[in-house]
């Protein structure tokens, strides 16, 4: 299982990124598929994920109505657009991926795969 992120990079508040994940190596319906960010001196946190039931996604509550999360099966991508951003957006953020069918969560030791991470930093 592979997972690359990218996409971030250094953008001012208010602007957008959309970053992307690229998977290879499984089979790519078997997978949720959720980002997670950390920022420097903090906890990881999940942001959205996308379940292999029925695609389903969820947002955890502060991504909710800023980060849409999507899949483009055929190109075996997953994208997280995110607008509006704040300094406080600051972070690494990556992709990860957990097998067990149902709805996605954001429990990091569910995720049996991970990206390497992709920096977004934006300024005030």
């Known amino acids: 299982v592979q997972l690359q992120a990218s996409g971030g990079g250094l953008v001012q508040a208010g602007g957008s990124l959309r970053l992307s994940c690229a998977a290879s190596?499984?089979?790519?319906?078997?997978?949720?598929i959720a980002w997670f960010r950390q920022a420097s001196g903090k906890k990881r946190e999940g942001l959205a994920c996308?379940?292999?039931?029925?695609?389903?996604?969820k947002y955890n509550d502060f991504a909710k109505g800023r980060f849409t999360i999507s899949k483009d099966n055929a190109g075996r991508k997953v994208y997280l657009q995110m607008d509006a951003l704040t300094p406080q957006d600051t972070a690494v953020y990556y992709c990860?991926?957990?097998?067990?069918?149902?709805?996605?969560?954001?429990?990091?030791?569910?995720?049996?795969?991970w990206g390497q991470g992709t920096l977004v930093t934006v300024s005030s």
């Open positions: 190596g499984f089979i790519f319906d078997d997978y949720s």
């Open positions: 990860a991926a957990e097998t067990t069918v149902g709805i996605c969560n954001f429990i990091e030791g569910t995720y049996e795969d």
């Open positions: 996308i379940s292999n039931l029925d695609d389903t996604v």
